[in-house]
């Protein structure tokens, strides 16, 4: 079973819950407020706007959940988490449906409108409830008697690995794991013979493939610096990096807990950003950009015209960027320096750089060269708000002095940031690593409302020209 398959269960099922729930509601409010209105039973559940409600309605149920997160981890579910999400989304969509649905004209007693709310809710609740539950009752069974399992690979060959070995074949109330062998890094000075070593490290790239391995866990005996090393070393993978909650909590103080059963795994290529949050930031952007692109069409054909007289070159540059989970993208920007002002290889710009066109200073004191950007944002390789994206060659450079920049590979870059608005641009590496620590604390903090706070002080620095 994967994720997509349970998510098309749960999509299924909760649109045959909504579809339900309307069904009989309208049954009830007949009875309650319509047979006045309506001579028959049959004709008011073949009015027209009780047909439509019957199609319409439970599509935007599905749109409801998609946007309380529900759906994110569908794999992953505990009782208590589906009994409080669909709770409060139910406490949500009821009175959504009421205000834009049910409120029209007065009846003859305000109790009728209490009555219909809650028979609303009641039968919206009780119906998505009782699907969800019985899919989660299978799922449970499934992982329990270790028919869906999530192949691993544990990183470790001394008594850590054997400890964590031991602990996931105990804990299978939320997750199951086949362990398909264990991995000798450089740090492990032992190597227990119990254990089904396959391979070194350095060959774990051929070994996630030839396994198709799901996930990593982390269970070595270092500590410190060499731990965060490896750590930071695994994110290329491009996997889920699991480490004990004991070696966790030599990392990081900030522990966001999903559920109180199963194996005490932390994942730390998890965002903090809330699981519907994200789904409403995802979908924000592309709205914001599209409608960026249309509005902001007269300033780009005035921008493109302005670099095409100002000096040769294209218009609109291309270059690498490390994006989310570590992948490269090309990132969309007006030129703002002379052609060919990077043929000795990438260097950092100062205020004062003279490979700088004219208009390319300008650009760049209201960050107008990142507009194209929005183009980025709609394509899914960037975010409005959220870590800027650095070349390659510039993160090699910086992880070597600070390595937990990887952890920003756990969100999308963006076209403005909190380093960005508190730091500006950076002349040089230390510059970079200190503007990173801006975005260490965007990455801890993240929700819609530091995203919008960032992007007010963007939009005050570009009305300002500060820019630089």
């Keep these: 079973m994967n994720n997509k398959t349970q998510t098309c269960i749960y999509l299924t099922a909760d649109f045959m819950a909504a579809h339900l729930a309307w069904f009989v509601f309208n049954v009830l409010r007949y009875f309650l407020v319509a047979y006045k209105q309506f001579d028959t039973y049959h004709g008011f559940v073949w009015y027209s706007n009780v047909v439509q409600g019957q199609l319409i309605i439970p599509l935007g149920w599905l749109v409801l959940h998609y946007y309380s997160g529900y759906y994110n981890s569908p794999l992953v579910k505990s009782h208590l988490s589906v009994a409080f999400r669909t709770f409060m989304t139910c406490i949500i969509g009821s009175l959504s449906i009421f205000f834009i649905v049910l409120l029209n004209n007065l009846p003859e007693s305000i109790n009728i409108y209490y009555e219909q709310i809650t028979y609303l809710f009641l039968f ?64 492990d000075k032992q190597i227990s013979t119990k254990l089904n070593t396959i391979g070194h490290i350095r060959d774990l790239a051929d070994i996630i493939r030839q396994f198709k391995t799901r996930e990593l866990i982390v269970a070595t005996e270092s500590n410190g610096d060499e731990l965060l090393t490896l750590l930071y070393a695994l994110y290329q993978y491009k996997l889920p990096i699991k480490l004990p909650l004991n070696r966790f909590q030599l990392l990081i103080g900030h522990i966001k807990v999903h559920t109180i059963k199963g194996a005490p795994l932390i994942d730390i290529t ?62 969309l920007k007006f030129r703002t320096m002379y052609e060919n002002a990077e043929s000795d290889g990438p260097l950092l710009s100062s205020e004062k750089d003279e490979r700088i066109t004219p208009v390319g200073h300008f650009m760049r004191k209201y960050r107008l060269d990142e507009l194209p950007q929005f183009w980025n944002v709609l394509c899914g390789d960037m975010s409005i708000v959220g870590p800027r994206p650095e070349r390659r060659h510039y993160i090699k450079q910086i ?51 530091m995203d919008i706070k960032i992007l007010i002080y963007s939009i005050q620095i570009i009305c300002t020209g500060k820019g630089i």
């Excluded at 690995?161 to 740090?187: C, F, P, W």
């Excluded at 015209?305 to 294209?314: E, L, N, Q």
């Excluded at 076209?415 to 510059?431: D, H, Q």
């Design 270 to 331: 998890e965002s903090n950003y809330p699981e519907g949050e994200k789904n409403i930031k995802m979908t924000l952007d592309k709205i914001i950009s599209a409608l960026a692109m249309l509005l902001l069409s007269p300033v780009y054909a005035y921008l493109a015209f302005r670099v095409y007289r100002d000096s040769k070159g294209p218009i609109i540059i291309r270059q690498e960027r490390i994006g989310y989970m570590g992948k490269p993208f090309n990132i």
């Design 399 to 449: 992880v070597e002095k600070a390595p937990y920049y990887y952890l920003l590979h756990n969100v999308y870059p963006g076209i403005t940031s909190l380093g960005m608005v508190k730091f500006g641009y950076a002349r040089n590496i230390e510059e970079m690593i200190e503007r990173l620590q801006y975005d260490i604390l965007y990455y801890e903090n993240m929700s819609l409302l």
């Design 124 to 187: 919206s609740f009780g119906f998505t409830y009782l699907f969800r539950l019985i899919i989660t009752n299978r799922a449970t069974k499934k992982i329990r008697s270790r028919e869906w399992t999530t192949p691993v690979l544990i990183l470790g060959t001394g008594d850590n690995a054997r400890q964590v070995s031991k602990m996931l074949e105990r804990s299978v109330n939320t997750k199951a794991y086949t362990i398909q062998g264990y991995i000798e890094t450089d740090t």
